[in-house]
Nanobody, 122 residues
Framework: VQLQASGGGLVQAGGSLRLSCLAS????????MGWFRQAPGKEREFVGA????????YYVDSVKGRFTISRNNAKNTVYLQMNSLKPEDTAVYYC????????????????WGRGTLVTVSS
């Protein structure tokens, strides 16, 4: 599975961005997809995940109510809708794939895309 994240950019605090992650391969629907982020000088952080079934999503507390993960298995794409962005959301965002159930641990994911930079100005 190859993953390609896109949609990052510069946005003012309070604004919105939608990240996309396009996956190659025909078995996309069997993978749980995770979103992680890494700010400068910090460790990679779990943001949220979506199971292979589209209804089960999970988020870190700091983004609950602001971020929404969804997926379109027909398009092999997972999305991260980010609203009410804050300067502390500034980071490189990564999508990752894991066969089976979701996990919040980055080492549990088998495939990673290149990150996309999100910068939130105050």
């Amino acid at each position: 599975v190859q993953l390609q994240a896109s949609g990052g950019g510069l946005v003012q605090a309070g604004g919105s961005l939608r990240l996309s992650c396009l996956a190659s391969g025909r078995t996309f629907s069997t993978y749980a997809m995770g979103w992680f982020r890494q700010a400068p000088g910090k460790e990679r952080e779990f943001v949220g995940a979506i199971g292979w079934g589209r209804d089960n999503t999970y988020y870190v507390d700091s983004v609950k109510g602001r971020f929404t993960i969804s997926r379109n298995n027909a398009k092999n794409t997972v999305y991260l809708q980010m609203n009410s962005l804050k300067p502390e959301d500034t980071a490189v965002y990564y999508c990752a794939a894991r066969y089976g159930s979701w996990s919040s641990g980055p080492y549990d994911y088998d495939y990673w895309g290149r990150g996309t930079l999100v910068t939130v100005s105050s």
